[in-house]
């Protein structure tokens, strides 16, 4: 008697890969005010977006940050972890390093601000994303390693 086996199903990949940025400026993280769509507006974020079809995770950082800050950065690893946004969306990190510019809320965000550990529960981050910013702070320098907010 033969029997088939089947293959495993393959794990279905996430219908939308969104990529942001932990952007780090000394001991300081970037974060960013959302301006749309309504029901995420005033909300904080990792400024990034969704990967296009057949893009690399970190030409996604690059171009996004250029588009959505105006500046140019380098990505650097991944931050460990993926975190579910909305249905059919998940979220994944890489920390990024500025190479050029002054990051400017110039789409999608009316304001950003570097945030200090210290100051990191100072902005009403999105729900989704605060599992990723507490990764993301693992990065920041440690509260006793001597440098001043
Ligand atoms: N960029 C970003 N998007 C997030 C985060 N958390 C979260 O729920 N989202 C949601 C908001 C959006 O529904 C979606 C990403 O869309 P987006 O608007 O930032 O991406 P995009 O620039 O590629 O989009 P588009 O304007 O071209 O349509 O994921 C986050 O930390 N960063």
Known sequence: ?????????????????????????????????????????????????????????????????????????????????????KPGYVLRVWTARLLSGEPRPLEDHDELRWLSRSELDSVDWLDQDRPAVAEAARWLPAPDAGARD
């Not at 140019?72 to 991944?78: H, I, N, Y």
């Open 1 to 85: 008697m033969t029997e088939r086996t089947t293959e495993p199903a393959a794990p279905h990949e996430p219908v939308v890969v969104v990529v942001a940025g932990a952007l780090y400026d000394g001991g300081r993280l970037l974060a960013a005010r959302r301006s749309a769509p309504v029901e995420l507006a005033g909300r904080w974020e990792l400024p990034g977006g969704k990967l296009e079809p057949g893009e690399s995770p970190e030409a996604a950082l690059v171009r996004e940050l250029r588009e959505e800050l105006g500046v140019d950065v380098e990505p650097g690893e991944r931050i460990p972890g993926e975190w579910p946004l």
